[in-house]
């Protein structure tokens, strides 16, 4: 292993650490725990400032609702998905597979994803965007995510990145009625489901996107083997780094 320490800057945002990077390549699954991290770290600072303002966060276990939206989540951090699956005990992974199941079947029944969303709702007042509108009707679903159990994330520490950076601090009864009541939600200093997105398709060639979480297990063997070559430590460090902000590196 060889240490570094990283200095990375956002508009009024900035951390210093100190990251392992292994000697030998390794998949871009490998850096997930950093930007986990920085995630988790962006996530204070945003609370942190809202506090300063007189806001609080209202998120707290219990309350699922964002678990019934969209959340999309990049194609790395869905293969990291599927193998944490793969690796679950019996019966257990059986009754997570079913529900991923279950659910893309509700949506593909659903014909949401076909659907124009260009028109206005008038049910959905809040829903100003086609993408808005098609996050509504997916929402109207009530499709949970697979890993939402009695209202709480059973994976929490391994939850994805826009997990981690989304907050709110609006009532939580507000977030059950999405785009009918205002939600007050906190703007992370960075969106790092997408930078990771633009990462990978610098460094595996695979598209820049992200997918449904509900849509974790069904990445092709093509996707699946790009996003699994090893790269060279330091220089995937340094696109991830780059995508993000700017940035210094230099040995510990």
């Given at each position: 292993?060889?240490?570094?320490?990283?200095?990375?800057?956002?508009?009024g945002?900035?951390?210093?650490t100190?990251v392992?990077?292994?000697?030998?390549?390794?998949?871009?699954?490998?850096?997930?725990?950093?930007?986990q991290?920085l995630?988790d770290?962006?996530?204070?600072?945003?609370?942190?400032?809202?506090?300063?303002?007189?806001a609080?966060?209202?998120?707290?276990?219990?309350?699922?609702?964002?678990c019934?939206?969209i959340?999309a989540?990049s194609?790395?951090?869905a293969?990291?998905?599927?193998?944490?699956?793969?690796?679950?005990?019996?019966?257990?992974r059986?009754?997570?597979?079913?529900r991923?199941?279950?659910g893309?079947?509700?949506?593909a029944?659903?014909?949401?994803?076909?659907?124009?969303?260009?028109?206005?709702?008038?049910?959905l007042p809040?829903?100003?965007?086609?993408?808005?509108?098609?996050?509504?009707?997916?929402?109207?679903?009530?499709v949970?995510?697979?890993?939402?159990?009695?209202?709480?994330?059973?994976?929490?520490?391994?939850?994805?990145?826009?997990?981690?950076e989304?907050?709110?601090?609006?009532?939580?009864?507000?977030?059950?009625?999405?785009?009918r009541?205002?939600v007050?939600?906190l703007?992370p200093?960075?969106?790092?489901?997408?930078?990771?997105?633009?990462?990978?398709?610098?460094?595996a060639?695979?598209?820049?996107?992200t997918?449904?979480?509900?849509?974790?297990?069904?990445?092709?063997?093509?996707?699946?083997a790009?996003l699994?070559r090893p790269?060279a430590?330091?220089?995937?460090?340094?696109?991830?780094?780059?995508e993000?902000g700017?940035?210094?590196?230099?040995?510990?």
């Amino acid at each position: 292993m060889t240490a570094y320490r990283i200095a990375l800057r956002r508009p009024g945002w900035g951390v210093e650490t100190t990251v392992e990077a292994p000697a030998a390549p390794v998949p871009l699954e490998a850096w997930l725990p950093l930007l986990q991290s920085l995630a988790d770290r962006s996530a204070a600072a945003a609370a942190e400032a809202a506090g300063r303002e007189g806001a609080r966060v209202s998120c707290a276990k219990g309350c699922g609702a964002c678990c019934r939206q969209i959340i999309a989540i990049s194609l790395v951090e869905a293969q990291a998905l599927a193998r944490l699956v793969s690796r679950l005990p019996e019966p257990r992974r059986s009754q997570v597979r079913a529900r991923f199941a279950a659910g893309l079947a509700k949506v593909a029944a659903s014909g949401v994803l076909e659907a124009d969303h260009a028109a206005p709702s008038a049910d959905l007042p809040l829903a100003e965007t086609p993408e808005q509108r098609l996050g509504a009707a997916w929402f109207g679903l009530g499709v949970a995510c697979p890993f939402l159990e009695d209202e709480a994330c059973s994976i929490y520490e391994a939850r994805p990145l826009v997990c981690r950076e989304h907050q709110v601090t609006s009532p939580a009864a507000a977030c059950a009625r999405l785009y009918r009541e205002p939600v007050d939600r906190l703007e992370p200093p960075t969106r790092l489901p997408q930078s990771l997105a633009r990462a990978a398709a610098r460094l595996a060639g695979v598209p820049v996107a992200t997918i449904p979480l509900l849509m974790s297990l069904e990445l092709g063997p093509e996707v699946d083997a790009a996003l699994a070559r090893p790269l060279a430590p330091l220089a995937a460090l340094e696109a991830l780094l780059a995508e993000i902000g700017d940035y210094e590196i230099a040995p510990a």
